[in-house]
């Protein structure tokens, strides 16, 4: 058989396995093990399973947060709700704080989206992908286009959040067993920052302000409950329920709770910002690697813009206790001139003229006295 032929036959058979291998996985059965796409959850990772209660097929959620530049993993524990698993530090985004709204603008979407068997893709041309399924409800409602949005392999990104490729082989093996345990779709939420009230507080003058307080809701919801909040969206806003009334019950109140803090954060003076990025950024431990020009990176799309990743500009500036007292301070009782009818001129004048000493009523002059002269 000729070099050309083998060569030929090799790469058709290795289409073949990897076709199989991705219908196989939307079917829900055993990927084949010889292709990346079918690698194992690690072991250290089903003995952190163990450890957390959680059996290795259950379901799981995942959370991006740009500014801290990391991806979540959580898994639902024996006794029903989500507890963290892992964190992997993101290798690469583009783009900006906020949500992707049209095709080109190398946003990272932010939002509430759902991630099934389907748009898992073992074929990708980053090692390994998944479609987060932008455009949602949401974004569809706000004219929002593009197509394609992922979390993949390979250090780089035009509008995706890029894992190096032991991260996604990781990641894709958590999504395909929790999919062989039962679980139809997992929930995928992205986010521009973790959403505690000191971060809200703290971009309060941001122009997305109003669409991530919308975020935040639906962060509530699963801070509080620790179950996968279910999401909707009806005239163009996202909408949350809890499971049950005892869970709508926890999640009002620690709604009320982050309201009143970011209340008291703004009342006590914190100050307002908004951050902004050259084109996206890189979690500080790549960073360092990508200082070093490190192989395993791959190449880093777009590194010249990493040196203006994260910055803070200063919009309202945080007042200090002694400012918060001078603004608080009562106002000083009026000058003469600020009375009606006085003026500059005129008014302490006249208040001279007419004025009439004030003497205490048991005040007595004290006696003239007179001096004799001396006669001797």
Same mark, same amino acid.
């Given at each position: 058989?000729?070099?050309?032929?083998?060569? =030929?036959?090799?790469?058709?058979?290795?289409?073949?396995?990897?076709?199989?291998?991705? *219908?196989?996985?939307?079917?829900?059965?055993?990927?084949?093990?010889?292709? =990346?796409?079918?690698?194992?959850?690690?072991?250290?990772?089903?003995? *952190?399973?163990?450890?957390?209660?959680?059996?290795?097929?259950?379901?799981?959620?995942?959370?991006?947060?740009? =500014?801290?530049?990391?991806?979540?993993?959580?898994?639902?524990?024996?006794?029903?709700?989500?507890?963290?698993?892992?964190?992997?530090?993101?290798?690469?985004? #583009?783009?900006?704080?906020?949500?992707?709204?049209?095709?080109?603008?190398?946003?990272?979407?932010?939002?509430?989206?759902?991630?099934?068997?389907?748009?898992?893709?073992?074929?990708?041309?980053?090692? *390994?992908?998944?479609?987060?399924?932008?455009?949602?409800?949401?974004?569809?409602?706000?004219?929002?286009?593009?197509?394609?949005? &992922?979390?993949?392999?390979?250090?780089?990104?035009?509008?995706?959040?890029?894992?190096?490729?032991?991260?996604?082989?990781?990641?894709?093996?958590?999504?395909?067993?929790?999919?062989?345990?039962?679980?139809?779709?997992?929930?995928?939420?992205?986010?521009?920052?973790?959403?505690?009230?000191?971060?809200?507080?703290?971009?309060?003058?941001?122009?997305?302000?109003?669409?991530?307080?919308?975020?935040?809701?639906?962060?509530?919801?699963?801070?509080?409950?620790?179950?996968?909040?279910?999401?909707?969206?009806?005239?163009?806003?996202?909408?949350?329920?809890?499971?049950?009334?005892?869970?709508?019950?926890?999640?009002?109140?620690?709604?009320?709770?982050?309201?009143?803090?970011?209340?008291?954060?703004?009342?006590?003076?914190?100050?307002?910002?908004?951050?902004?990025?050259?084109?996206?950024?890189?979690?500080?431990?790549?960073?360092? *690697?990508?200082? =070093?020009?490190?192989?395993?990176?791959?190449?880093?799309?777009?590194?010249?813009?990493?040196?203006?990743?994260?910055?803070?500009?200063?919009?309202?500036?945080?007042?200090?206790?002694?400012? &918060?007292?001078?603004?608080?301070?009562?106002?000083?009782?009026?000058?003469?001139?600020? !009375?009606?009818? &006085?003026?500059?001129?005129?008014?302490? #004048?006249? !208040?001279?003229?007419?004025?009439?000493?004030?003497?205490?009523?048991?005040?007595?002059?004290?006696?003239?006295?007179?001096?004799?002269?001396?006669?001797?």
């Amino acid at each position: 058989m000729s070099k050309m032929l083998v060569s =030929k036959t090799l790469a058709h058979a290795l289409r073949l396995g990897a076709a199989a291998s991705f *219908l196989a996985l939307a079917s829900g059965a055993p990927a084949l093990a010889s292709t =990346k796409a079918s690698a194992p959850v690690p072991s250290t990772t089903r003995t *952190l399973m163990a450890s957390r209660d959680m059996a290795p097929t259950a379901p799981i959620l995942v959370r991006v947060f740009k =500014k801290e530049s990391v991806l979540e993993v959580w898994k639902q524990t024996r006794a029903g709700r989500y507890e963290i698993l892992k964190t992997f530090p993101i290798c690469r985004w #583009s783009g900006q704080l906020g949500p992707k709204r049209r095709e080109g603008d190398r946003q990272a979407p932010e939002g509430f989206y759902s991630v099934g068997p389907k748009q898992m893709n073992p074929n990708s041309q980053f090692h *390994l992908s998944f479609d987060i399924g932008y455009p949602n409800a949401f974004d569809r409602a706000h004219g929002g286009t593009g197509a394609y949005l &992922m979390v993949h392999g390979q250090c780089t990104s035009s509008g995706c959040y890029a894992m190096t490729d032991a991260q996604i082989e990781e990641v894709y093996a958590l999504a395909r067993e929790a999919f062989a345990g039962g679980q139809r779709a997992f929930q995928f939420q992205a986010f521009p920052f973790r959403m505690t009230a000191e971060n809200i507080a703290r971009h309060r003058s941001d122009a997305n302000i109003a669409f991530w307080r919308q975020l935040k809701v639906g962060y509530d919801h699963f801070e509080a409950t620790r179950s996968e909040p279910r999401v909707s969206v009806a005239a163009g806003r996202y909408a949350f329920e809890a499971g049950d009334e005892k869970a709508m019950a926890n999640v009002l109140a620690y709604r009320e709770t982050e309201e009143q803090r970011i209340a008291k954060l703004v009342e006590d003076g914190a100050a307002s910002v908004r951050t902004t990025y050259a084109d996206g950024g890189m979690n500080a431990i790549f960073r360092a *690697l990508a200082a =070093k020009s490190e192989p395993k990176l791959g190449v880093v799309s777009r590194p010249e813009a990493l040196a203006f990743a994260g910055k803070e500009v200063v919009l309202v500036a945080a007042r200090t206790p002694m400012q &918060m007292a001078l603004a608080n301070a009562p106002a000083p009782p009026p000058r003469p001139t600020d !009375l009606p009818g &006085m003026s500059e001129a005129s008014g302490l #004048s006249e !208040l001279i003229a007419g004025a009439s000493p004030i003497l205490p009523a048991e005040f007595t002059p004290w006696p003239r006295l007179t001096f004799a002269s001396r006669t001797d």
